[in-house]
T-cell receptor, first 116, second 114 residues
């Protein structure tokens, strides 16, 4: 079963629209970390945010905001007033400890296209 | 400061050959992890090294191996290449081991097996 599900494969929005990327995760651990990464066409993964399981406060960083809800096992990412430079593939990821050490799982990614 | 450097950027190999990829982490970072990205399987964790020791390993066959040197630079080796090994291989470095720290990724090595 997928540990991290990003149901939206592709999203297109017009510039200046708001867009929310969904992420649903599955874990039995009480301590875990969630991440969002951006992968522009150049291929390099850019770290956006890390959240631990004990901190459910929403976070805002400029036009980016994250909504972490343990009750629904979701960690959604919203871009406000989208720009063409936001076009990229966005990955949600989960890290949890297992009996073989820490494990790291990525979702399948959401490809965002912002149309000028 | 310099980011994570991966060499080479592109590589073409023949099925059955072996390949070695290199990753130089950010100065001061002691943990290096490797990932494989393919259109079909997405991003998958290969392994993580810290202080020259493999700490964690993903679900990949033994043909995939790696090592880390005393200067934290890491190499990944794939033996007996298969067509399905064609992928973007990403390396990431972090200050310490475990995924609870932020990771900085390199631009990757795109391996094509023909």
């Amino acid at each position: 079963a997928q540990k991290v599900t990003q149901a939206q494969t592709e999203i297109s929005v017009v510039e200046k629209e708001d867009v929310t990327l969904d992420c649903v995760y599955e874990t039995r651990d009480t301590t875990y970390y969630l991440f969002w990464y951006k992968q522009p066409p150049s291929g390099e993964l850019v770290f956006l945010i890390r959240r631990n399981s004990f901190d459910e406060q929403n976070e805002i960083s400029g036009r980016y905001s994250w909504n972490f809800q343990k009750s629904t096992s979701s960690f959604n990412f919203t871009i406000t007033a989208s720009q063409v430079v936001d076009s990229a593939v966005y990955f949600c990821a989960l890290s949890e400890a297992s009996n073989t050490g820490n494990q790291f799982y990525f979702g399948t990614g959401t490809s965002l296209t912002v149309i000028p | 400061k310099a980011g994570v450097t991966q060499t080479p950027r592109y590589l073409i190999k023949t099925r059955g050959q072996q390949v070695t990829l290199s990753c130089s982490p950010i100065s001061g970072h002691r943990s290096v992890s490797w990932y494989q990205q393919t259109p079909g399987q997405g991003l998958q964790f290969l392994f993580e090294y810290f202080s020259e020791t493999q700490r964690n390993k993903g679900n990949f066959p033994g043909r995939f191996s790696g090592r880390q040197f005393s200067n934290s630079r890491s190499e990944m080796n794939v033996s007996t290449l298969e067509l399905g090994d064609s992928a973007l291989y990403l390396c990431a470095s972090s200050l310490s081991e475990g995924f609870n720290y932020g990771y900085t990724f390199g631009s990757g090595t795109r391996l094509t097996v023909v």
